[in-house]
């Protein structure tokens, strides 16, 4: 029974691998690859169970992302007369969703504005977005801030709320992206609403204007514009999908681990002229594979530790500065179970380079697989007994085949 033969192989490897050797039947290894499966879906559940993504407007969570849409074409605005309004694919935030910023430029102005109409409302009211955030950057005039800066967001009608950015502005830099991220909603600070129809459930539009002492050449530009701060689970965004989407990316850790560590050792052995035949090897290498299957429960357990994870924009997005921040927040977080999953993947380590010794020293002193390799060799004068490789001999092989298939593996899948 492949269950017993699973259990020998933890508590008896010299002598399971001699009998599983004499079988060859894949039933154990493609037993072991769906309990693989399922703690990989255990893990990623309680991983998801913890993990809150920020949602957004426009929308940057994968598979339903529009990117950074308002400030990638400029077509979604308009200007004060004689401001010119176009993309600029030269200088942006780099991240995952950019392609542009929105360029404003005119000639001898002391005011200027610019605003969006967005399509539909944004909620930012009780359980819906907290914050606005965007992207500044004054590149011209390049010796005179603004004396005056007032940010709009239009509500129902003709309404709107005002806040006033002007010390905000003129505490950045010139010619340096400026970050702007403002509480909204009912509780927040310095907003002041221009009349009772204004609802923070309803925000249809943002107006920024800018004004100078004087008449000045104008260089602005926007990017990254966004409504966020409300996250959700994970879960209970893709549901089903998720877990599903584990099951399939499951499945090829398993696979080629082990086919790249039977190969690997059975080209080294090959290559140290012992016995070896390809089937009884890969069986008896899937059967060692337990120890992944251990590894992956024992992780699932790990996970429980977590606490919840919360995963926002500047991680989603990628932009440099801000992600590198936001990410080693996330990474001080599961420090813990990263330590914990650390150590518990030096042992498996350990633990498959010594059932490859068992299975190399098993697969070369076998009588049935030497006597098959005489009958099928070229050479019928030369004797093909089963002559075991010596123990020193099994771990070097398998350590070097271990070695490998962790290198080629990372290349390949990353992991």
């Not at 075991?388 to 290198?407: E, H, N, P």
Request: proline content about 3%.
């Amino acid at each position: 029974m492949p269950i017993k033969e699973i259990l020998k192989v933890l508590y008896a490897p010299h002598k399971a691998f001699k009998e599983i050797l004499q079988r060859t039947s894949y039933l154990g290894p493609i037993l072991l690859l769906i309990f693989f499966v399922l703690a990989q879906v255990g893990s990623s559940y309680v991983v998801a169970s913890r993990s809150y993504v920020e949602l957004t407007a426009p929308q940057t969570v994968p598979l339903t992302a529009q990117g950074d849409l308002w400030t990638d074409n400029a077509l979604f605005w308009k200007a004060s007369e004689g401001v010119a309004v176009r993309n600029n694919t030269g200088d942006y935030i780099n991240s995952t969703y950019a392609t542009a910023s929105i360029e404003f430029t005119a000639h001898n102005f002391s005011n200027v504005w610019m605003e969006i109409r967005f399509n539909g409302s944004i909620n930012c009211g009780a359980g819906g977005f907290q914050n606005i955030s965007f992207r500044v950057k004054q590149v011209a005039p390049s010796g005179a801030k603004p004396e005056k800066v007032s940010l709009y967001l239009y509500s129902l009608g003709d309404s709107s709320f005002y806040y006033d950015l002007t010390d905000a502005i003129q505490s950045g830099a010139v010619n340096i992206w400026n970050n702007m991220t403002l509480s909204v909603g009912a509780g927040a600070e310095r907003w002041t609403v221009s009349d009772a129809s204004a609802k923070w459930e309803n925000i249809t539009g943002l107006k920024i204007e800018f004004a100078w002492a004087s008449s000045v050449d104008v260089d602005l530009l926007v990017d990254q514009l966004f409504f966020k701060g409300d996250y959700e689970l994970l879960l209970d965004l893709y549901g089903v999908s998720y877990l599903a989407n584990v099951v399939l990316t499951g499945i090829a850790p398993f696979l080629f681990e082990w086919l790249l560590l039977t190969g690997l050792m059975y080209i080294i052995i090959k290559g140290l002229n012992g016995n070896v035949i390809w089937l009884p090897l890969m069986i008896a290498v899937g059967f060692a594979l337990v120890v992944l299957v251990i590894q992956a429960f024992i992780i699932a357990v790990v996970y429980t530790a977590l606490p919840n994870l919360y995963y926002s924009l500047e991680v989603l997005a990628g932009a440099p500065g801000e992600y590198e921040v936001a990410r080693q927040v996330l990474l001080n977080s599961i420090s813990f179970v990263s330590s914990v999953g650390g150590v518990v993947q030096i042992a498996v380590y350990v633990w498959i380079i010594a059932l490859g010794a068992f299975i190399i020293r098993a697969v070369t002193g076998d009588e049935k697989i030497a006597e098959q390799l005489g009958k099928t060799a070229l050479d019928t004068s030369v004797s093909r007994g089963a002559v075991a490789f010596g123990w020193m001999k099994c771990l070097f092989v398998s350590g070097i085949s271990l070695f490998l298939t962790v290198i080629i593996l990372g290349f390949l899948l990353g992991i």
